[in-house]
């Protein structure tokens, strides 16, 4: 739901700047590789997430949004133009990923960025003019630049039971079961348009959900103050919500939720229908894989991170050999 309504708001801003404009293109040229294409959409399918999710954080938008999506965009680019570059080295070795491992891999970034929700995957597809063929292609890419790293640097020092020990503990939490995870908080919901009151606008709902958080922040008692503002069913408890599963939340506004500290107030946060603000009261996380099913890719992250500064060495000899046009 969320997405539909954010890409109703960009589509309203975007068409009304297009009264006078030029023709829309379809999808533009972002990069090119020695002579191979990258697309704009590949660039824009790859941001969705990350974009989704800064607008939900960012409602205004602003510095620190377009900071953040302008930093985010250069890194996915970067990824795609060496992804490329290893690529055409991985051609002059020749070798092929089992099919089986690619479907397995899409099924987990299904999992990770879009809680398991297969259909607003096929949804951000869609949108991006992107078949699942095509997706697939690009799982397949991506997965063939971790191969030819490994092979690369197979003679690299092997990881010793003490890194791997430190390398899970460090990021089991990424790896867990998140369909399991649930989460307890209270909510503050502040409608974009106030039925009471006919001169709001989303701007003035918004400096009110603004205000709302400052003096949370300053010492107001949050369920009071949900009782007293909220717009929801839950506002008469404090705006309390209890054990709520993570697939049941949009995939953005799980990521911001997760990762925020207890007790502390999120927001205003860019909501379906108005904005939220938060305070998460316990979390429920999912079960982490025990070491010994995802020893083979810890200890492979551990020869990734002794090996980064080889790597580095090793990929920008190869960038400054490529032809590399950039054009986003």
Do not use: C, H
């Amino acid at each position: 739901m969320f997405k539909r309504f954010l890409a109703t708001i960009l589509s309203l801003s975007f068409f009304s700047s297009l009264a006078f404009a030029a023709p829309v293109e379809v999808n533009g040229i972002a990069a090119k590789v020695n002579g191979q294409v990258i697309t704009k959409n590949e660039v824009s399918f790859l941001l969705s997430p990350i974009f989704a999710q800064l607008s939900t954080q960012f409602p205004r938008r602003g510095p620190e949004f377009m900071k953040q999506f302008e930093e985010a965009q250069k890194k996915v680019l970067q990824e795609l133009i060496d992804r490329q570059i290893i690529l055409d080295e991985f051609k002059k070795i020749g070798a092929n990923i089992n099919a089986t491992v690619i479907d397995e891999e899409v099924k987990r970034q299904i999992l990770q960025l879009y809680n398991g929700d297969e259909a607003k995957f096929r949804e951000e597809l869609k949108k991006s003019r992107l078949t699942m063929e095509g997706y697939r292609e690009m799982t397949r890419e991506k997965m063939v630049v971790q191969a030819m790293r490994a092979q690369q640097f197979s003679d690299a020092p092997p990881a010793l039971p003490n890194e791997v020990e430190q390398e899970y503990n460090k990021v089991k939490d990424s790896l867990r079961e998140v369909a399991l995870d649930k989460i307890s908080f209270q909510k503050i919901f502040i409608p974009s348009g106030d039925s009471a009151n006919p001169k709001s606008t989303p701007d003035t709902q918004l400096a009110l959900a603004e205000d709302i958080a400052d003096k949370i922040i300053k010492g107001a008692d949050f369920t009071e103050t949900a009782k007293t503002f909220s717009k929801d069913a839950f506002a008469d408890k404090g705006g309390l919500q209890e054990n709520v599963s993570r697939i049941d939340l949009s995939p953005e506004f799980a990521a911001i939720i997760f990762e925020a500290p207890t007790d502390k107030p999120v927001g205003p946060l860019l909501d379906p229908l108005g904005f939220t603000i938060i305070k998460i009261i316990k979390k429920d996380l999912g079960p982490a894989p025990p070491l010994s099913k995802v020893r083979p890719m810890i200890e492979e992250r551990v020869t990734r991170n002794k090996t980064s500064a080889q790597y580095e060495r090793w990929i920008e000899a190869r960038r400054k050999r490529a032809m590399i046009e950039i054009k986003l």
